[in-house]
């Protein structure tokens, strides 16, 4: 009821001043402890219905509905595969491993690191991004073998997200500073 009341508060305001709410794209989410609580459906002035989601897409993150802010890494491992597995359709085996980890440094790296510095990453979190890199590096070295993919990374200097994101947030650097060194 407060929220219905406070939505008609802002439509008015924003009426007054020639503008509107889009309601197509307007959702809202519960965080907190009572995230799973099922909520009355919020209507505008002129019976818009305002959804109640579970995940929603703000500046290009994903905000999951739970008992604390976090947020889903699903569609940035995804965006990384789908660029990942373009530079090797593109490039494929003819290249060098270093030109491969020069072209995923700089057009993969950044879709699965997109807001990674302002976001709470637990070490679940953490350990997700690791498996995605390490999965890559097995495609890229063809092997299911860990150790040889650490041998990789460490001959090619390449850190995981791990260890990028405690280098992040131990200086003043965002990632892309410290990616680009």
């Known amino acids: 009821m407060m929220l219905n009341r406070l939505l008609h508060a802002c439509e008015t ?3 007054y001043i020639d503008m509107a709410i889009n309601f197509k794209k ?3 989410i519960r965080i907190g402890p009572r995230n799973d609580a099922t909520c009355a459906s919020i209507a505008s002035l002129n019976d818009h219905v305002i959804h109640w989601m579970t995940e929603v897409r703000y500046l290009g993150i994903y905000m999951v509905s739970s008992r604390v802010f976090k947020w889903s890494l699903h569609y940035a491992k995804c965006g990384f595969y789908r660029a990942a597995n373009a530079i090797f359709g593109k490039v494929g085996r003819v290249a060098s491993e270093e030109i491969i980890l020069r072209l995923i440094t700089s057009k993969c790296l950044p879709i699965l690191f997109y807001c990674l510095e302002v976001c709470p990453l637990t070490k679940n979190d953490l350990n997700s991004l ?3 890199i390490n999965k890559f ?4 070295f063809k092997t299911s073998d860990i150790n040889i993919v650490k041998i990789g990374q460490s001959l090619f200097s390449f850190d995981l997200p ?3 994101m405690r280098n992040v947030l131990k200086s003043s650097k965002t990632v892309c500073d410290i990616m680009c060194v």
């Open 13 to 15: 305001e924003l009426n």
């Open 26 to 28: 307007s959702f809202c």
């Open 130 to 132: 690791n498996f995605v």
């Open 137 to 140: 590096f097995m495609k890229l």
């Open 162 to 164: 791990s260890v990028i």
